[in-house]
């Protein structure tokens, strides 16, 4: 069974940093991405990443947020700046292996907040 585990949310002002790290049971090498949700809403990618290294990201945080790997460390990362009040959300990672069988980890919070 594969897992991936999120860790590095927390509360952060307006305009400050975080970096959330995702640790994955499995091989990495393949589609990993971040999503985000709020209460109420549906669950929105943020950022993607293929096997290949070519990232996407949402508009709303193109040029602010940054997701990369480290494959050795089976570890995907979220790297945020410039926080928003309405980054807020739980954050999930999403391992997707080619067929469409994907894997979500449990979640971390983010709060931006003065």
């Known amino acids: 069974q594969v897992q991936l585990v999120e860790s590095g949310g927390g509360l952060v002002e307006p305009g400050g940093s975080l970096r959330l790290s995702c640790a994955a049971s499995t091989s990495i090498y393949t589609t990993m991405g971040w999503y985000r949700q709020t209460p109420g809403s549906q669950r929105e990618s943020v950022a993607t990443n293929t096997r290949t290294d070519i990232a996407t990201y949402a508009d709303s945080v193109k040029g602010r947020f940054t997701i990369s790997r480290d494959a050795a460390k089976k570890t995907v990362y979220l790297q945020m700046n410039n926080l928003k009040p309405e980054d807020t959300a739980v954050y999930y990672c999403?391992?997707?292996?080619?067929?469409?069988?994907?894997?979500w980890g449990q979640g971390t919070q983010v709060t931006v907040s003065s």
């Open positions: 999403r391992l997707l292996r080619p067929g469409g069988l994907d894997y």
